[in-house]
């Protein structure tokens, strides 16, 4: 396929549902051969496959809990089988650490158990993929984590899943300068709320939680899928060349 990221190759983690399903599928409408990551919903990765092939496109899922000490080495496992078919020397370009866990709760209310399995997925899991991705990243690929909106606005009420997107600024800062000469560039996309699954019970079909997201933000809306997407695929591009080591919040203008 034609477009600005045609020969590059992408890993979106998370990508079977929400923002890292948007995100696979921009990148591949742009040209990259997207490695599309899931946890246990196969059937919806594969969706998302169909619809990146549908389109003219190319993708493949790749199964990794993250959850699992050895969730980073399966996913690259996964990747190096499938992207043999192509790429010879099954390098990447693009890796988008989308992929995350979150459970509502105030620091009285978290369980501890909650709290190692948000720093597994949230945290653990992209710093080993990094790590462990190092041979297969070119000079000229791009990093983007996937932080929150949570790192500037307080909320109390999901507490150590902030911490975890706080991390993960910190790696976003820390590796764009140990990374940079070797011409990998390291960036973070803040989102505000998202119709996602993750909010659908409080949000997808309640307009007065719709209208109370709305009069917090600039913009007036509730953030979509692809407002996001396109800020990943922006930073991940070749556009982007001298940024570097940046979170960008993407959300309309959260409680500005
Ligand atoms: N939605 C928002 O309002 C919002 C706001 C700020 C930041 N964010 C961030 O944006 C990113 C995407 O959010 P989203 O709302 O699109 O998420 P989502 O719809 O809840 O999807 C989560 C994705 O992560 C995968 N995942 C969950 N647990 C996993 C595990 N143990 N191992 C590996 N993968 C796992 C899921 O795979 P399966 O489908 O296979 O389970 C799914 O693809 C996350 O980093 C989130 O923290 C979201």
Redesign the pocket.
């Known amino acids: 396929m034609s477009g600005q990221l045609a020969g590059k190759t992408a890993v979106v983690?998370?990508?079977?549902?929400?923002?890292?399903?948007a995100t696979a599928i921009r990148l591949a409408t742009q040209g990259a051969v997207v490695a599309v990551?899931?946890?246990?919903?196969?059937a919806?990765?594969h969706d998302v496959v169909d619809t990146v092939r549908a389109q003219g496109g190319t993708a493949f899922a790749v199964q990794?809990?993250?959850?699992a000490v050895d969730?980073p080495d399966r996913l690259w496992a996964g990747y190096d089988e499938r992207i043999k078919e192509f790429s010879a020397d099954g390098h990447v370009d693009i890796l988008v650490n989308?992929?995350?866990?979150?459970v509502r709760a105030t620091l009285e209310e978290t369980k501890i158990e909650d709290y190692e399995?948000m720093f597994?997925?949230?945290v653990r899991?992209p710093f080993f993929l990094i790590q462990k991705g190092l041979d297969r990243l070119r000079e000229g690929s791009a990093i983007v984590n996937?932080?929150?909106?949570?790192t500037r606005m307080a909320f109390p009420e999901v507490v150590a899943?902030g911490l975890t997107?706080g991390a993960l600024n910190t790696l976003t800062l820390t590796l764009a300068q140990e990374l940079g000469p070797r011409g990998i560039r390291v960036n973070a996309v803040?989102?505000?709320?998202?119709?996602?699954?993750?909010?659908a019970s409080w949000l997808r079909h309640d307009p007065q939680a719709q209208e109370f997201v709305s009069q917090e933000t600039a913009l007036r809306r509730v953030?979509r899928?692809d407002d996001?997407a396109k800020v990943i695929a922006y930073l991940a591009s070749d556009q982007a060349e001298w940024v570097t080591g940046q979170v960008v919040e993407a959300s309309g203008g959260a409680r500005l």
């Not at 803040?190 to 909010?199: A, E, L, M, R």
């Open positions: 983690t998370g990508a079977s549902r929400g923002i890292g399903r990551h899931y946890a246990s919903d196969g919806a990765a990794a809990d993250f959850g969730g989308n992929a995350a866990t979150s399995r597994a997925v949230n899991a996937v932080a929150s909106a949570v899943y997107k803040s989102p505000g709320t998202v119709d996602t699954d993750v909010n953030g899928p996001i």
